[in-house]
């Protein structure tokens, strides 16, 4: 355990991080919406609701959200008590194509949902009918659809995990009592998978309110993260841009302390996990098939747009069109993609970002986990969240920040004289210290977590043994403690980077240079020219899926079930 004066230093040392990295550039939007010419005022936000346009793009952007979450939940709660309770031919390879939509940003599989869905797509080939435009007349649900399809694993790996840990006793004590299957799973099962649910529920709707890339690559500019990211060139001549964005973060805020209200005293809290295993029913014949039904359906709507991003990739320009599949297939696009100027310096800028954050995320997961789990400090829960804190804050509202935190630093008097200095802080010159540190934060709480599991499952008394040899703190986090904690750090490395390198909303707002563009703003680039921009786009977004796929299959054989427990708020 750490003495409590290296606790105190350390927890200060990492409040005083927290602040610099994530507290300061939220206050510097939270500032710019309240203060404005050194005065409180209400005006500006206010403002945002009387603009037509500003509240329209609200509402909207609740909309996409609330209907993102119910449908996400609809695809994933029936699919996980499912495999909870039954055993069934195909169910551990169809688990796994489950998790497949995690591995493509949603504003990717809109490439190929278009080609799909478009009048002269293959659908209305597929119907035999007229260029109906399926895409723009349901503009709205499909970026619903998307995001479901995009975000549900979220919300399956969080029931499953809370499934798991239900004791079967309850359930038989209920049976032995009268109570039905229905019965059972509304008075017992239900309330105990709550905790979970809301986590994911909660992740998910943050994350679809925020979501810049789809209603961007649908050209759906009626919701509030396009409308500020349209206003990027607003930032410094208007506080509109300031309230918009601090209405955005208290609204994700303010929906997540409702939603705790609401449903967080209502879990029912277990004290311990179960202690036996359930036992699940075997099906065979129909009946297996009858229960496998729903996981094939849902699999292959979420695969849809993955489909259709892979045969994009490899169509020639122009051979899809009124037919149901390309007529004609090629490589070309790969090779064109990987050759073109823009993605070679694409790949490269995301391999450095990505890089230098996980970097970051290490050296501070690693501390808070270290602080959280081997102190005894009460105020080391303070610490605990200020690491989770990204997981509640929308990005878009933490890109914002940094934008605004860039603009006001090179600015200040004193630093007009280092030349080099300034051309490092200014985001509009080159974005990379920004960058970084938005991929770390952002991704931080699944390193945090990874850790803390690590530690909590390695017993202290090696560490104590060290100690009593003489052994220095750092010495023995080093020679002890991250050998013993290596493979949950690996998993963590791996989501961290993986998810950095696809990171959306930070790298379309922050990158805004050629030369520093990352993958993701890239394939919005290359998606948006005429001609073959779409198919270099494709094949680039296929490389992207196959690079996450190899990486969440590392991490979730390294960290097994506890891989739910990397995306809980």
Known sequence: ML?????????CFLTLLFGVLLIWPVARVVGGGFYVNGKFTAEYLTGVFKNPIYAEGLWNSFKLALGSTFLAVLFSVPLAWLSHTYTFRGQKFFSALLLVPMVLPPFVGAIGLMQILGPYGALNALLGCGPIDWFGQS??????????????????????????????????AAQNLGAGALTIFRRITLPLVMPGMFAGCTLVFIACFTELGTPLMLNYTRCAAVQVYEELKEISASPFPYALVTVVLIASVALYSASRLAFGRKAYAMQSKATTVKRQHHLTGFKGLWVLLPFILVTALALLPHMGVILTSFSEPGSWYKTLLPTHFTSANYAEALGHGMTLNAIRNSLIFSSLAVLLNI?????????????????????????????????????????????????????????WLVNLLDIRENPTVFLVIAYAVRRLPYMVRAAVAGLQQTSVALEEAGANLGASPLTTLRRITLPLIMANLIAGTLLAFAFSMLEVSDSLMLAQKVEFYPITKTIFELSQLVGIGRY????LGVWAMVFLSVTI?????LLGKKMGALFRA
Do not use: C
């Open 3 to 11: 003495k409590n004066s290296t606790a105190w230093i350390l927890f």
């Open 139 to 172: 503009r709205y649900f499909t970026i619903i659809l998307l995001q479901a399809l995009a975000f549900y694993p979220i919300i399956y790996l969080n029931v499953s995990a809370s499934l798991a840990n239900i004791d079967p006793a309850l359930d038989e």
């Open 363 to 419: 050296f501070i997961g690693v501390l808070v986990a270290w602080l959280v789990v081997r102190s005894r400090i009460k105020a080391r829960g303070i610490v605990d969240s200020l690491a989770m804190v990204p997981l509640a804050v929308p990005g878009l509202v933490m890109a914002f920040g940094y934008i605004s935190l860039s603009r006001y630093l090179v600015t200040l008097p004193g630093l007009s004289q280092h030349t």
């Open 536 to 539: 270099l786009a494709a094949a």
């Open 553 to 557: 299959v590392g991490s979730s054989l």
